[in-house]
Structure formats: structure tokens, C-alpha cells
């Protein structure tokens, strides 16, 4: 059976897309730490462990989510994108990037934000068209 993020990647659910690429989708978490907190996934591999993936896709989706983070960084205003990795919600290898102001906007913690669908919307149209311009 599909993960869950399999299936947003294949379109069957719906998510704010921020960036795509044949191999790899990036798209803002549901329950974000700060403005502009984005998943970034494999699209074709369901390995719930980073480091269980095959050197390619993992070079891959590194490389992705750095021009993520990049577009993240022009798109969102904040001192830094930050990474993590943890994958213990979903069985389905994902990093997380958070643009950050201070070390504490990375406290997983913390009660996440609920923004409105139109803010997400507005969120990650910035970050695709930051990413398409790089």
C-alpha cells in the first residue's frame, strides 16, 4: 500500500506544491513549525529510513532539497533554512526545511501553526516560483 506522501506526490491528495522534479516533490507541511516548513520527498522510493536509500537517490534528493532551500530562503523572509531529519511520523523518507529566525524555531515540540488556506497557498507559489527561477 502507497505511503501517504506517495500518494500527494502522485496527485491523489491534494498539497501546496512547492517544487517537482521527476524523481523528487517538495511540499509545505500541514502542520508547520514556522511560515514556509516544507517536506521534501523521493517520489518513487517508500523507504521510511534516509540512510537505507541507494547512494543516487540520495545524492538526489540532497541536491533537490539544497535548491529547495535555496528558493525557501528568497520566498519566506528568515535568517536561515534549516534541515531535519527524522521520519518518524510517516513511513515514507522526508526532510524537513524551516526557515528559522533563531535555533528555537526548530523545537519540534513546540506547538506547530495553523495557517489559512490561502496563506499556504500564497506560501508555496512563492517558493515554486523562486525554485523555477534558480
Do not use: W
Not at 518513487?44 to 539544497?66: M, Q, S
Not at 523545537?107 to 517558493?127: C, G, S, V
Amino acid at each position: 500500500m502507497a505511503t501517504i506522501f506517495t500518494r500527494i506526490a502522485a496527485g491523489e491528495i491534494p498539497s501546496y506544491k512547492c517544487a517537482e522534479n521527476e524523481d523528487f516533490y517538495a511540499f509545505l507541511d500541514i502542520a508547520p513549525m514556522t511560515p514556509g516548513h516544507t517536506l521534501v520527498i523521493p517520489k518513487h522510493v517508500e523507504d521510511d529510513y534516509i540512510f537505507h536509500l541507494d547512494e543516487k537517490t540520495y545524492a538526489g534528493l540532497t541536491a533537490f532539497a539544497r535548491k529547495v532551500a535555496l528558493a525557501i530562503g528568497k520566498a519566506v523572509p528568515c535568517a536561515r533554512v534549516c534541515v531535519a531529519v527524522l521520519g518518524m511520523e510517516v513511513p515514507h523518507t522526508h526532510i524537513h526545511l524551516v526557515p528559522v529566525q533563531t535555533e528555537a524555531d526548530m523545537d519540534f515540540r513546540k506547538p506547530k501553526l495553523t495557517l489559512e488556506p490561502a496563506e499556504m497557498q500564497r506560501i508555496a507559489d512563492a517558493i515554486l516560483a523562486a525554485y523555477e527561477n534558480l
